[in-house]
C-alpha cells in the first residue's frame, strides 16, 4: 500500500493538470529504507509529448546524486496518461527500474466517467504489475 501525504497527492495531481496536454512526470523522494515519500520533485518531460514521457538524463543523473548526497531513495515515480486510463502502459513497464518504487499514474483523461482524473499506484517488479491501494493522510 502507498500512504501519501494529502499535500504531496495534490502537488502531483497539480503537476500532471499543469504539463496536460503533455504527459508530467516526476518523483518522490524519501529517507533510505523508509518507504515514505517526502520531497516532491517534478521533472521536466524531455519528449514533450502527450503519449510519452522521459526523464533528462542530465537531469536525472543529478537528481540520483542529490538524493544519494541526502540518504534518499525514489519512493515514487510518477507520471500522466493524457487521453488514456492511469494503468501502466507495455513501454511503462519495460522502463520500470526501480523494484522498491510506488509507480503512481495520474489520468487527466476521463476514461471512465470516474471524474476528471484517476489516480493510482502500481508496483513494477520484473515486468509483474501489481496495483496497490492508495491512503492518503494529513500526516506521517
Not at 500512504?3 to 523522494?29: K, M, N
Not at 523494484?99 to 499506484?121: I, K
Request: net charge negative; charged share 25%; hydrophobic share 35%.
Amino acid at each position: 500500500m502507498l500512504t501519501i501525504t494529502q499535500a504531496l497527492y495534490d502537488q502531483i495531481v497539480a503537476h500532471s493538470r499543469e504539463d496536460h496536454p503533455d504527459e508530467a512526470c516526476g518523483v518522490v523522494a524519501g529517507p533510505v529504507g523508509s518507504g515514505r515519500p517526502e520531497r516532491f520533485i517534478p521533472m521536466l518531460n524531455a519528449a514533450r509529448s502527450p503519449t510519452f514521457y522521459e526523464f533528462d538524463s542530465q537531469d536525472l543523473l543529478k537528481l540520483y546524486r542529490e538524493m544519494d548526497d541526502r540518504d534518499e531513495e525514489p519512493v515514487v515515480i510518477y507520471h500522466s496518461h493524457t487521453a488514456t486510463e492511469a494503468s501502466p502502459s507495455r513501454t511503462d513497464i519495460s522502463y520500470a527500474n526501480e523494484p522498491g518504487a510506488h509507480y503512481v499514474l495520474v489520468s487527466t483523461a476521463d476514461t471512465d466517467g470516474a471524474g476528471e482524473f484517476q489516480f493510482r499506484s502500481f508496483r513494477i517488479v520484473d515486468g509483474e504489475v501489481t496495483e496497490e491501494e492508495v491512503r492518503v493522510v494529513d500526516a506521517y
